[in-house]
């Protein structure tokens, strides 16, 4: 199992057990590095990105970022619609999840990693289009992991 995983689990498990008050408390204390941590883990993940990788994805990229919008866009839209929020929250709410894929990078660095071992060639291509479709959505953030 993946370290980064393990860490996400126990995190929620112990932000689900402990009271809100020690909660707060173990929250003041990691937030001054928390932000640096979370910048480090990404750059990480993001830094062995290749831009050759992204024009070999071709069409992979360009039907990951299509569905990937299309199903956050309608996903919240349904949602909204559903609990009966607002139609501005149901308009607008799919199009301000677009931007993030901090963890889609942090997760396709494991899927690649594993996948490489099998299959090189297809490793490749699930980096190259996720490296796409990332710089796709982040390029106009100047740090959208802050």
Not at 38 to 55: E, H, R
Not at 60 to 74: E, P, V
Request: proline share 3%; net charge neutral.
């Amino acid at each position: 199992m993946n370290f980064m995983l393990m860490v996400l689990g126990l995190s929620a498990t112990i932000a689900n057990i402990v009271s809100e008050e020690k909660l707060d408390e173990i929250m003041t204390l990691l937030n001054p590095t928390l932000g640096l941590a979370l910048m480090m883990v990404i750059l990480n993940f993001g830094a062995p990105l290749d831009y050759q990788l992204s024009l070999g994805a071709g069409a992979f990229t360009a039907i990951f970022i299509l569905s990937r919008a299309l199903g956050k866009y309608s996903g919240a839209y349904i949602g909204a619609k559903v609990t009966k929020l607002p139609d501005t929250v149901a308009k607008h709410l799919g199009l301000t999840l677009l931007p993030h894929s901090g963890f889609l990078l942090a997760f396709t660095g494991i899927a690649a990693s594993q996948i490489a071992l099998f299959d090189p060639t297809t490793a490749s291509i699930i980096q190259g289009t996720i490296n796409c479709s990332s710089h796709f959505y982040q390029r106009d953030n100047r740090c959208s992991y802050c």
